[in-house]
């Protein structure tokens, strides 16, 4: 079974500055997809970037960025130019490839990351 | 285009009691999915549904959860009797894809998110 963890139950930013989120997971899979989500106090999941294990290159996404170390199962987020809507809960999760039957498509989830953004 | 609605949005009832919620997928989408998130965790999936019927429900606690998915759209939720435990919020998600060779236009069969429902148990 896969396992998504965060080991960073905390984390605070000044607005405008830079923060990275560790996650790192356990699978015996080579082929998946990972994802950081963002849950805000409306407890919407929100996707915030995707990466393709078959991918070397890092996903971007405006001020978002992963850096992807497929070999150390390391997928960490970065957000540069913090703003004060950044602030929310962050959920790395792993996804496995799935099959033809469409099964195995479940998120498994980290505890998650609780971000601040202070003014 | 509408995104995952879910009722109630909060539910307060005492153990022992029962409860039910209900998702409304996104329309179209093949599989639906229901997540329990207790207070400091992430999210747990409990059940996936493709079309109407149930892909996975190995994390369900069988003995007071069920689900269904009638037609193969809107799903219930339902939890008799409830635990102290049962105490968290309950996502539903839906994604595009369903049998092999469909939704190829969603390759990362990117799921989408209601906004939950928070149940306490008294």
């Known amino acids: ?119 | 285009e509408a995104g995952v609605a879910q009722s109630p949005r909060y539910k307060i009832i005492e153990k022992r009691q029962s409860v039910a919620f209900w998702c409304n997928p996104i329309s179209g989408h093949a599989t639906l999915y229901w997540y329990q998130q207790i207070l400091g965790q992430g999210p747990k999936l409990l059940i996936q549904f493709q079309n109407n019927g149930v892909v996975d429900d190995s994390q369900l606690p069988k003995d007071r959860f069920s689900a269904e998915r009638l037609k193969g759209v809107d799903s219930t939720l339902k939890i008799q009797p409830a635990k102290l435990e049962d105490s968290a919020v309950y996502l539903c998600a839906s994604s595009p894809r369903g049998l092999a060779g469909v939704g190829v236009a969603f390759p990362y069969n990117e799921q989408f998110f209601g906004p939950g429902t928070r149940l306490t148990v008294l």
């Open chain 1, 1 to 119: 079974a896969q396992t998504v963890t965060q080991s960073q139950p905390e984390m605070s930013v000044q607005e405008a500055e830079t923060v990275t989120l560790s996650c790192t997971y356990d699978t015996s899979e080579s082929d998946y997809y990972l994802f950081w989500y963002k849950q805000p106090p409306s407890r919407q999941m929100i996707l915030v970037i995707r990466q393709e294990a078959y991918k070397q290159q890092n996903a971007t996404e405006n001020r978002f960025s992963v850096n992807f170390q497929k070999a150390a199962k390391s997928f960490s987020l970065k957000i540069s130019d913090s703003q004060l809507g950044d602030a929310a809960m962050y959920f790395c999760a792993y996804r496995s490839e799935g099959d033809s039957g469409g099964s195995n498509y479940k998120l498994t989830f980290g505890k998650g990351t609780l971000l601040t953004v202070n003014p």
